[in-house]
């Protein structure tokens, strides 16, 4: 029998604080969505969405190496600049480590939940190993129907001591096959804005825009409700590239981008924005542009704004790895994209852990994270941008 949740705060103690998450939520026997996870209308999934057909075909990365670099650069810089995301195939990532990712992901929310309990904030043996539920449960109007493990990386040898043991090795061998492929990527992008190849500066923006790395584990329970509730809410990521490898069972749906004018005019003539389902293709891996990549592109390159379906039939795991600066490096639009009258910056200078403040201070809601970051007067903007520097 379902335990009887008659106040709010019981629920809140028993998914969140005693580290129950939606699973043990689930495994008690509900049999329909509490009323902390039914999302407003406007928030909810619609049934329809743009086929899964408009979505471009994976980009081959290994041709990156050969004749065809040029199209496939393009096709990269194409896709960060309208949609922020697409998918990569022969990325360098051997596809035995991505199953047995997902594998581990399983394994570690299977247990009982004293195990996984232990890596709560405050109480997990490592501050940068930190198991949840939704993502800023206190500050949120509706809560995520979603668990997680996250794992920052420092060292080898504190991933190995402090990571779980059901997924540390194999998800520290990700890690780093996962940032070279990330760099390729990077190195790409970068080279379209104007730092050459021959620019030392170059290697050294890549490395400070990936200074910065942690990997999520996410579970999405069997949900009684899908269409009441969302796995993840409408959001882009804080960083400068999001990995994701997705399961079999798929649930990512992407907005198509609009210029800022444009999705202004939208909103006031009540116009629903464009959503598009990305269909998990086997063996490949999704790649999203983040608001840090935005901003050093001074708006050039688009950070994806996405979201996540529920199911009711079948649990489902999603495997996202970050890149990021490193707190304490400095942000701000590229010189060689504001360096005369006619291309002033959008956005201001400044440290990224007062970005991170304000992303993770706040509950999910689009690409509002950008705002901290825009300057809503250029006049008002009297310093010279930098990028991150080491």
């Known amino acids: 029998m379902a335990p009887c949740f008659e106040q709010g705060e019981s629920l809140f103690n028993f998914v969140v604080r005693d580290g129950n998450g939606v699973k043990g939520l689930v495994e008690s026997g509900l049999s329909k969505v509490p009323d902390q996870y039914i999302q407003p209308p406007n928030e909810r999934i619609p049934e329809k969405i743009i086929s899964a057909n408009s979505v471009d075909a994976p980009i081959d990365l290994s041709l990156l190496d050969g004749p065809s670099r040029d199209q496939v650069a393009e096709a990269i810089v194409k896709a960060a600049e309208s949609v922020g995301f697409f998918q990569v195939v022969n990325h360098g990532v051997p596809i035995q480590l991505l ?17 996984k309990a232990a890596y709560l904030n405050g109480v997990s043996p490592s501050p940068f190993v930190k198991y949840g539920t939704s993502f800023v449960p206190g500050k949120e109007k509706a809560l995520e129907w979603k668990d997680y493990i996250s794992m920052t990386y420092t060292t080898d040898e504190d991933a190995l001591n402090y990571w779980p043991n059901h997924c540390r090795e194999v998800t520290l061998e990700y890690v780093k096959t996962a940032t070279e492929m990330v760099k390729k990527i990077l190195e790409v992008l970068i080279g379209h804005l104007g730092v050459t190849a021959d620019d030392q ?22 949900c009684p409700n899908p269409d009441l509730t969302v796995g993840v809410g409408r959001h882009s990521d804080v960083g400068t590239l999001t990995v994701l490898l997705q399961d079999g069972i798929g649930g990512l749906y992407v907005k198509l981008e609009e210029e800022e004018e444009e999705e202004a005019a939208a909103a006031a003539g009540g116009k629903q924005a464009q959503w598009m389902e990305v269909p998990p293709v086997p063996g490949a891996l999704v790649i999203n542009v983040g608001d840090t990549l935005q901003i050093v592109s001074n708006g050039k390159y688009k950070s994806a704004e996405h979201r996540v379906r529920t199911a009711s039939k079948q649990s489902r795991v999603s495997i996202p790895f970050f890149t990021t600066p490193l707190p304490t490096q400095k942000i701000g639009p590229l010189p060689q994209l504001v360096d005369n009258d006619d291309r002033v910056p959008r956005y201001r200078d400044f440290v990224f852990q007062e970005y991170l403040n304000n992303f993770f201070g706040n509950a999910h809601g689009g690409k509002k994270s950008l705002d901290f970051a825009k300057i809503t007067s250029l006049s008002s903007h009297a310093s010279q941008p930098s990028y991150p520097s080491p």
């Open 99 to 115: 199953d047995s990712l997902k594998d581990s992901a399983h394994r570690f929310f299977g247990q009982p939940v004293e195990k």
């Open 201 to 222: 500066s170059r290697e050294e923006l890549v490395d400070a825009l990936t200074g910065n790395k942690f990997v999520n584990m996410n579970f999405y329970p069997t």
